[in-house]
């Protein structure tokens, strides 16, 4: 039987405004990479998706960005690799107090937006982000991009590799996700979404904007909570994956 995990980025608010509708998405996905303030999250606010998620024995992960709470973290900063490293082990940390005291724990580490990407090429941030995980724990994985530098720096250091595709991101021929600033970088048809998710879970393909079908070999499906229509978006995936025979769980 196929299985997939379905991971959604939540605890995000900017001005103390939720992007996204966390309760409606946690109903959906198995794994839910929460803000850790970096990026967007108040700590009451993600205080508040933790204990919704442990509710629903949803998997905790980190989702820690570069401090750039203006640019939503989605813009590259230079960082020094030891001061990266100890914000990321900084923002790990928080997050799992607030879990334990609703009575769970941050499972996996996944880097939010441009650290994400950055760390698919860039050795110095990628060991930066290798070394937080490691000083907060040898046991959790990270989830990243499929051939990403990051990856083999982690699996190096003993650290479990997790790899995902993007439900409703255009992908490059190389397999890199199409950026943000170009057309079309988001996709936006439930149907074609749903087709793709499909494809990505049961033949491990997906099709790049030049029309190229690429290899994408992942255990877990990324849904973004705070695009237009999420809601609906995530349920016709959960349902069409589950009208395919795919089962929904955990990676953990």
Do not use: W
């Amino acid at each position: 039987m196929t299985t997939i995990d379905i991971n959604s980025d939540l605890g995000e608010s900017v001005a103390g405004v939720a992007l996204s509708d966390d309760d409606a998405i946690l109903d959906v996905v198995s794994s839910a990479n929460v803000a850790c303030g970096y990026h967007a999250g108040t700590p009451h606010g993600i205080a508040a998706t933790v204990k919704s998620a442990a509710s629903r024995n949803v998997t905790i992960g980190a989702h820690p960005s570069y401090n750039d709470p203006a640019g939503f973290g989605r813009r590259f900063i230079d960082y020094d690799p030891h001061q990266l490293a100890d914000e990321v082990l900084y923002q790990i940390g928080a997050l799992d107090a607030i879990a334990r005291s609703h009575g769970t724990h941050v499972q996996y580490v996944k880097p939010h937006g441009a650290l994400y990407n950055e760390i698919v090429h860039n050795t110095s941030h990628a060991q930066a982000v290798v070394e937080a995980v490691r000083a907060f724990s040898h046991d959790i994985p990270l989830l990243l991009l499929p051939g990403s530098v990051a990856g083999t720096i982690a699996q190096k250091a003993g650290i479990d590799v997790v790899t995902e595709a993007f439900a409703d991101r255009a992908y490059n021929p190389d397999g890199t996700l199409v950026s943000r600033k170009e057309a079309g970088a988001v996709v936006t048809d439930v149907d074609h979404v749903c087709a793709r998710v499909i494809d990505m879970a049961t033949k491990g393909t997906v099709t790049a904007r030049n029309g190229s079908t690429i290899r994408i070999d992942a255990q877990s499906i990324c849904v973004h909570g705070d695009s237009p229509g999420a809601v609906d978006m995530s349920r016709a995936i959960r349902q069409a994956l589950d009208d395919a025979g795919v089962t929904v769980e955990s990676f953990i």
